[in-house]
């Protein structure tokens, strides 16, 4: 079974706007972590933003911010103000089982985003 | 600059023909990782080390080996090249808490 799910293949946005990119998981474990990470056109994939399943409040990182609601298993990436430089593939990511020394991660599909001056 | 190294950047291997790809990190984490990446599929986890010493596979690891030399490098071997390893490959090491540190990606062909 999928266990990341990114429903939008790809996603226009107009600079300075923000953009929401979706993200829903599925996991029996109570301890994971979920991630978000940019693959820009140069193909190395940078981490932006981590959120714990026990954090209360919503990751945030400059200008992006994870939108974390548990009872849905959703967490959404927001990128405010966006940039030009901001198009790329995003992937959300989940590591499982924190507490007993879970070490895999799994990804996403990808969101392609493109920003329009 | 602190991070993780990967080589080669490039690769083209005939069927049947063996490789390795050697990653090192210089940022003392204990777990480190090996992805590929192939185009609609996100990356999919080969084999990882939770610590020196320690190897388990992943999602897909068929076809592929490791070694955890030390707690800096973790290589990957492909003993007979297939066309199906045609895929771009990443290494990443993690400090728990964190997300992956990755390297560069070796992009392989196999003809």
């Known amino acids: 079974a999928q266990k990341i799910t990114q429903t939008q293949p790809g996603m226009f946005v107009q600079e300075k706007e923000a953009v929401t990119l979706d993200c829903t998981y599925d996991?029996?474990?109570?301890?994971?972590?979920l991630f978000w990470y940019k693959q820009p056109s140069s193909g190395e994939m940078i981490f932006l933003i981590y959120?714990?399943?026990?954090?209360?409040q919503n990751a945030t990182e400059g200008r992006y911010s994870l939108n974390f609601q548990k009872a849905r298993k959703s967490a959404n990436l927001v990128i405010s103000a966006s940039q030009l430089g901001d198009s790329a593939m995003y992937f959300c990511?989940?590591?499982?089982?924190?507490?007993?020394?879970?070490?895999?991660?799994?990804f996403g599909a990808g969101t392609r985003l493109f920003v329009k001056a | 600059n602190a991070g993780v190294t990967q080589t080669p950047k490039f690769q083209v291997l005939k069927t049947g023909q063996s490789m390795t790809l050697q990653c090192a990190q210089d940022?003392?984490?204990?777990?480190m990782y090996w992805y590929r990446q192939d185009p609609g599929m996100g990356l999919r986890l080969i084999y990882y080390?939770?610590?020196?010493?320690?190897?388990d596979k992943g999602e897909v690891p068929n076809g592929y080996n490791v070694s955890r030399l030390n707690k800096r490098e973790f290589s990957l071997r492909l003993e007979s090249a297939a066309p199906s390893q045609t895929s771009v490959y990443f290494c990443?090491?993690?400090?728990?808490?964190?997300?992956?540190?990755f390297g560069s990606g070796t992009r392989l062909t196999v003809v």
């Open positions: 940022m003392n984490h204990n777990s």
């Open positions: 990511a989940m590591r499982e089982g924190l507490n007993t020394g879970g070490f895999k991660t799994i």
């Open positions: 080390s939770a610590s020196e010493g320690t190897t």
């Open positions: 990443a090491s993690m400090e728990l808490g964190h997300g992956y540190t």
């Open positions: 959120q714990g399943s026990y954090d209360e």
């Open positions: 996991t029996s474990d109570q301890s994971y972590g």
